[in-house]
């Protein structure tokens, strides 16, 4: 299976224009447009959690969805074995996460607050760092899904 090229574009977003969406972001939280921040926040970790899935089942193709979050998964147990409170802030059910605060931006029109928000980023951040310490390196999955062949040897 060729390499997915939603792979390179989340490691771009998460890399390589992490300093232009934090003026995004910046841009967003001055406006006070609190929610549309907060949907960049949760994107950059889908991003970063549809890496990792991609880096582990490389043969089953890039993962559009989130239907392999499971607690048990060892990113996630890994967040939630550190701290079980911000664990649940992202990931939790019940309308008080980041994942279903997320779904309430985008699919009924909310909007938060400053003071949520805040909580919210400061959340976002600590599970993005996190996540990315954990991505392979993008060479790596390259290599995984037969994307680089190995360099021929020169004739003498």
Request: with cysteine.
């Amino acid at each position: 299976m060729p390499y997915n090229k939603k792979c390179e574009r989340a490691f771009k977003m998460l890399v390589e224009d992490k300093n232009e969406i934090n003026i995004r972001i910046k841009k967003l939280e001055n406006s006070e447009e609190y929610g549309f921040a907060l949907l960049i926040h949760f994107i950059r970790i889908e991003a970063a959690l549809k890496i990792l899935r991609y880096g582990q089942y490389i043969k089953e193709g890039w993962p559009d969805t989130l239907k392999f979050l499971t607690a048990n998964w060892a990113p996630l147990r890994d967040l939630k074995n550190i701290d079980p409170i911000k664990y649940k802030s992202i990931i939790g059910s019940g309308g008080s996460s980041l994942r279903e605060k997320r779904n309430q931006i985008a699919h009924e029109g909310c909007n938060i607050n400053e003071k949520e928000y805040g909580e919210f980023s400061q959340i976002a951040g600590w599970a993005l760092e996190k996540l990315i310490d954990r991505l392979p390196p993008r060479h790596e999955l390259r290599k995984k899904a037969g994307h680089i062949t190995q360099i021929p040897k020169a004739k003498i």
